[in-house]
């Protein structure tokens, strides 16, 4: 039977504890919170989570009401926030990244590219996927990684619960190198990278009725760089059905890249990378491209990126675009929310442009979720949004903070992964043991 718990006298009310991860979700009520609602706004004190079948049904101050449930949680003052939203990623694709029978990251060796769909690949077991839900990433966008040509296939929107069924979207969106290491894999030039995509559009284009076909391959060096699968993989990219998300650092190829849009009006392209983004601010807000950034890119790490700089994510915002982090950006994607509260120290500092905690948050919340198609459903806590709610021991942009309770969809989540069992192994340091490698 359900309580009626009224959030005016819950402190004469007594908590239940949270039990383990249920089979299905709850009704739930996580009361005296530091609610962040993810759209960048200020935290809210006091604050009130209600999930009930799976959603958010409120988030705010506790104003006295009273909510029927199953399921009431005193956070104690803690801070609770809408999941991570992680992209771009390889999540699920790798556990051992030297082991190729356990990367499937790359195709390098396959005859395909534009076609190559991540969704049947992804491992919901992948301890990858057991570690950032740990650290509070609920949901992710993961594809595979451009390699034999510019196009790296259709990735995936995926869910980091222990159901065994991570797919939320397959071939939600294509990925394209059009930077330094396109025209690597092109050819050896720029020229070429825009040729080969321009050549890939044109014929999706043309399978799509509007011309005749032209080729069944298009080959470089006796390498395919694009077969008939991957023509057709591409309508719905040229449809603008499909987000197209573009990898490109240099401001000079940006330009390049948002001119596309005359020739091909309807693609809905995303940035990412964009580390030279802040010196053609204007142009891309203009264009209404919102750009997945690296979150501080201090030093070059290519002679597209000689012109990085820590304020490239503020200067952008500040310009008017649409800007989250982009996870690929770091070499961990559980660092996102290290790397946000990085911006608002940033943001502190004379001479730099950061951005606010509200901002930053929703950087690696609600912005990413609804560049990637989710937005209102994922990396917010309001009424009809999915119940992806955590609740961390600290302020989560702070890097000593953790999550100490993970929903997703709702139900609660185990946080044990593999690095977990190993802390607890070797926390017992009695020398009087057998070495651990025997300690079965």
Known sequence: ????????????????????????????VIANATVVTGDGSDPIENGVVMIENGRVTYAGTANGQAFA????????????????????????????????????????????????????????????????????ITRAATTTLPSASIFAGQGAIIDL??????????????????????????????????????????EAQALSGSGTPQT???????????????????KPVVAGTQKLYV???????????????????????????????????????????????????????????????????GRMKRAGVKVGLNAAGMENPRRLAQQAGNLVGLAKMPGASGLTWGE???SIS??????????????????GALGDVVIWDGDPLEVTSVPTTVFIGGVEQPLGNHQ????ERYRDLDESDLPKAYDW
């Open 247 to 313: 990898a490109v650092e240099r401001a000079s190829d940006i330009r390049s890249v948002l001119a596309l849009k005359t020739e091909f009006p309807r693609l809905d392209m995303v940035l990412v990378g964009a580390s030279e983004g802040w010196m053609v601010a204007d142009a891309i807000a203009a264009a209404g491209v919102p750009v997945l950034a690296d979150p501080l890119d201090a030093l070059p790490s290519g002679f597209d990126q000689l012109a990085s700089t820590q304020s490239n994510v």
């Open 366 to 383: 609600s912005i990413p979720a609804e560049i990637s198609g989710m937005g209102g459903k994922a990396g917010v806590l309001k009424s």
């Open 161 to 202: 619960d222990a159901d065994g069924n991570p797919i939320v979207q397959a071939r939600a969106f294509q990925m394209v190198d059009l930077g330094e290491g396109g025209a690597r894999r092109a050819g050896g030039s720029r020229a070429a990278t825009y040729t080969l995509f321009r050549a890939s559009l044109r």
């Open 216 to 234: 069944t391959e298009i080959t470089a060096d006796g390498e395919v760089l694009l077969n008939r699968f991957d023509a057709e993989a591409l």
């Open 69 to 136: 449930t199953d399921l009431v949680v005193d956070a104690d003052g803690a801070w609770v926030t809408p999941g991570l939203f992680a992209t771009v990623t390889t999540l699920g694709l790798v556990d051992v990244g030297a082991v190729s029978e356990s990367n499937d990251s790359r195709a390098g060796g396959a005859p395909f590219s534009a076609s190559l769909d991540v969704a049947p690949a992804v491992n919901p077991n992948s301890q990858n996927i057991l570690i950032h839900r740990a650290a509070g």
């Open 420 to 423: 977990s069992r190993l802390k």
């Open 360 to 362: 930053a948050f929703a």
């Open 1 to 28: 039977m359900k309580r009626l718990l009224n959030i005016a006298i819950l402190g004469a009310a007594s908590a239940i504890a949270l039990s383990a991860a249920p089979a299905a979700a709850q009704d739930v």
